[in-house]
Nanobody, 122 residues
Framework: QVQLVESGGGLVQAGGSLRLSCGFSGRAFSDYAMGWFRQAPGKEREFVAFITWSGSSTNYVDSVKGRFTISRDNPKNTVYLQMNSLKPDDTAVYYC???????????????WGQGTQVTVSS
């Protein structure tokens, strides 16, 4: 059974940076595409970024392009989300997800972490 554990969230001022980490266990990490999603209060869960199993391809929602970077370290079974130039609109619970096929839809992923809160103050 795949287990995902996010860490690295917190409170940061606008313009600041955070790096989220997601540890993966239970199966072969390199078999899975990984994604990051977020959900703000009262809103639907939205796609943020994904990375293919090899790390050779990534994709981002337009609102974070140029500010966020997704990466993975397969020997460490970890995926990261480096978030720079944070804005109050980035405030949300951030979730990592694992799936067989990389994509921007929640249905692409069969395994989810518990989420980590990111709060950006103005």
């Amino acid at each position: 059974q795949v287990q995902l554990v996010e860490s690295g969230g917190g409170l940061v001022q606008a313009g600041g940076s955070l790096r989220l980490s997601c540890g993966f266990s239970g199966r072969a990490f390199s078999d899975y595409a990984m994604g990051w999603f977020r959900q703000a209060p009262g809103k639907e869960r939205e796609f943020v970024a994904f990375i293919t199993w090899s790390g050779s391809s990534t994709n981002y929602v337009d609102s974070v392009k140029g500010r966020f970077t997704i990466s993975r370290d397969n020997p460490k079974n970890t995926v990261y989300l480096q978030m720079n130039s944070l804005k109050p609109d980035d405030t949300a619970v951030y979730y990592c997800a694992a799936g067989w096929v990389a994509g921007p839809y929640t249905s692409s992923y069969g395994y989810w972490g518990q989420g980590t809160q990111v709060t950006v103050s103005s």
